[in-house]
């Protein structure tokens, strides 16, 4: 019984060995599935759209992608999980599952997948409605002090973007706001824009064309540096020194296969995505909804989404939103 | 003139004028196949338009939005099943007159009101569409949430015979809406630990089984039966009924193009609301609602495509998506290098009156396309049961299977037909859970952030609300219908002397 069991598990390793070869070396045999997080027309979705084209090129071979929505894209993150580390299906999502572990969505994040590129980077930035009583930073917050819980923040809900540089802004001043919570940023800023929410912490690729259409005004950016897009606005690190540790912060996009790929494939598909991260098509929509280009991959992607980790997750659970601690899943405090 | 120029684009270019028919042909059998729906079609569209120049991807997106919008109405008076959720009131009156042998008729007036109400959207689009997006930005939440509730009180005019019985199919309905994370906290609630119910159950399955599959079943009853005949002596309704509809359609029209403009809200409710509004405007209709009035498919029909034309007030005026469907296309117009927002008008004004025109072209494509091949498609309904029935239920499966590609989806679809089924059996009805439904999740979202909004005072929120005019008028609105729905009201009215409605 042993016998046959060692005998039937080489002949399996050998075939699995002999497989992985033959396959990875005419990767791409197949259609790839590229499997978005987030909905069509979303940031998320326009950036895979906008550069995968352009991978295609270089990879030789079609990604066709599908947007599997829901559960703050876990469910998306679940399905490419539950396929074979083979290269044929993509993870393509954004910065949530970083979080899902602290936030009790499951134990899945992106520890299990290796990320192929990290595309780029959002800048966060603080608007107002109009008729906001304050125009800067410190009005604002003196405001808020004088009026504690009047002012509405808007917020995608725990672990959103929006609650991240609340809580950032919180662990180093009194902030006694109240979150009314929308189904995501687009909603959020509507609601701003009609005076439901009275400030918006939003991603500045998401609020730049409302400010220049002069609908909401910005009241600073959550940076080290001002951006091109608006230099005027000064950013919060240089006028408040003592955030300029939490900088550069923001959400991003990134391409993952799962753990276990093999690393030719891994090797070919980080190429194709560096290539397409190059294209000018790419660029120019990054550079128009100011993001920030950064194309990471290898160790340095990973060293990345580590850091995001441990900022994030630690600054939330500070901030007593989390439902579980950092620690228990060995993130390290920052 | 300048927008008369960018307006003449797609009718002047042999190429995009055919992009806007192809869509538009395309859009109504999208729309008229049960799970196959706009959004989904425009969505798959963005990634294989990708390489393309933006006046011609958007020519065809604008054809099957507008075209699809229209043809949700083609299954559900022909087999009750409503190929799209904004043809859910269409069924409710085109379903009995296509089983008296009218089906021809119905769809010949759906088709011409459908362009009617697009064309009234449209028009407002054109002439006051800074206007009616900032209006649509006063709506705050408590008004979210107010409208939700005059949406819920539609349940006292779909509930036919017993209202307790119709409260308690909304009741199914609103729950639900509940299952799968909460949208506001991330939550799990109704999940029971199972990761794919995170999602929630899907409203297309809950519509496709409620509709399609128990009437399926309900018609197993009487196989032996013959079909009903067709007469199809008349299809383009006449002028004079026509005119006879105008005035309804017209309040119906501006219902429509007002529910799509607003963010979060859009055809189906538009329909639903119109429905209820003919409902209750029309003194004496020559069938009674429910059994094949034409005003309860008039009422629908106009409402849900002037929504087209209002879903694209807040889109092409702020950047801001009024449904489902301009949400992706504002995505596609950044794909494209363009960027939707307040500025867009300013910047190009041509991509405004480019879309305006195309969308009155798509307008009259579907009013041609809707209008030929009629006869044919009647002739589905004479079928015969031992044919028909398992044809709905292969299109209902295929249908709910293609919402997510999930099989799941179809046992929730074969359920919820079976739950139909039995309610049917006991006087309950089904549009009311469907509305729950729809509903669930306005009504849940805006009411706990309006009382987040007050700091959780119920007192902030009734200040709240009679303080802000349009709130005003329209919690009045709420407690009217309310009002008018008990037998309180009926004493007043009889002792006023006033003819009472039947």
Redesign the interface.
Known sequence: MKKTFVKFAAVAALGTALGTAVFAQDYPGKEIQGIIQW????ST??VM??VT?HAEEVLGGKVV?K?M????G??AT?FVYAQNPDGYTLLMGAENPLLYKV?G??DIDYSEFTPINILARGVPILVANNDAPFDTFDEMVEYIQAHP?EV?FGST???GLPSVVTSMIASKTELPV??????GD??A???L?????DVMPAVLGAA???I????IKAITLIDNKPTEVLPDLPALGETHPEYADYFPWGPFFGVFVKNGTPDDVVAKLTEAYAEGAKSEDFV??MA??GYIVESLSGQEAQDFLTKWQSLTTWLLHDAGETKASPEEFGIPKP | MQALEYFLIPWLDLKLLFLVAAGTFAGVYVGAIPGLSV?MA??IL??FT??WDVYPALCLMVGIFMGGVYGGSRTAILLNIPGAPSAIATAMDGYPLAQKGLAGEAIGLSTVMSFVGGLIGIVVLAIAAPTVSEFA?????RDYMLLAVLGILLVGSLSGESLVKGIFAGSVGLLIGTV??D????EERFTFGF?GL???ISFIAVMIGMFGVSEALMQLHHVDKAAVKQKISRIVPNWSSIRRYLPLSLQTSSIGVLIGAL??TGGDIAALMAYDHAKRVTRDPEVPFGQGAKEGLVAPETANNAAVGGAFI?MLT????GDAVT??????L??H?L??????MIEQPQMFWFITGALVLANIFMLIFGLTGIRIFTKIVEMPRAVLIPLILLLSIVGAYAVNNSISDVYWMLGFGVLGYFMKSYGYQLGPVILGVILSRLLD?NW??AI??E?DSIAGLFKGMLTSPLSLVLLAAVVLIFVSQTPLWRGVRGKLGLESKP
């Not at chain 1, 929505?69 to 703050?72: A, I, L």
């Open positions: 909905g069509a027309g979303g979705d326009t759209r906008t084209p992608m947007n929505t829901g559960g703050v876990a469910i679940k936030m969505l499951g819980n509405k809900g725990p672990g109240t979150q009314v919570p929308y189904d687009g909603p800023l509507t609601a824009q009609g005076g439901a929410v730049i064309e409302a220049r259409g002069g609908r120019k929509l128009d909804r | 959004t425009v969505s963005i990634g990708f390489t930005l006063v709506f705050q939440p799968g994370l949208p506001l906290t991330a990761t995170w999602g929630g963010p979060g807040p702020l950047g801001i998506p949400a992706i296309m504002i995505g596609a950044y794909i290098g960027n939707p927002g307040p500025m867009l979202e706990r952030r987040i909004s700091q």
